[in-house]
């Protein structure tokens, strides 16, 4: 009697107490995001391939909260060959213009030291299966876009973040 009363009583505990959470996350079944409020940290992975894209086209955050992004090289190419980068620019870079002194840079990964105050966040340069991960925090709303500033690849590997 006494083994019951104490299996029914952990089961209880279990069931009261296990169906409590305190993490806010979830996951979007879309775009594969976890995703918290908005005083907790956004976790992003993206992923850049051989084939010059980027798997995540759209980012949506909220103003002031902290992103940890991972990009993933999921290719198999070098990186001499077929780098890849993930580089947040301020509003109203002109894209193109950034892609050609990115370019001229490989000494510094193709981060332009010229260009230092138009990026708001940038990985390092990757070649196939390496990752990084960056935190940043972007505080002021609008529409942004990212870029690959490897050679040539901003043409393709682009896409846009939201702070809302």
Known sequence: MKMVKISSFV???TLAFGAVTTNAASVNPVSGFETRDSKQVKTIVIKGSDA???DVKEIKVKAGQKIKLTLTHSGKL?????GH???LLKAGVDVAAFGSKAAAARETEYIPKSEAASI???TKILGGGESDTIEFTTKKKGT???I???PGHYALMKGTF???
Not at 78 to 82: D, L, R, T
């Open 11 to 13: 089961l209880v505990a």
């Open 52 to 54: 010059m894209q980027f």
């Open 78 to 82: 070098a990186k001499a060959a077929m």
């Open 85 to 87: 980068n993930f580089v």
């Open 120 to 122: 708001l966040a940038h």
């Open 144 to 146: 942004y876009t990212y």
């Open 148 to 150: 690959c500033s490897f």
């Open 162 to 164: 939201i702070v809302e």
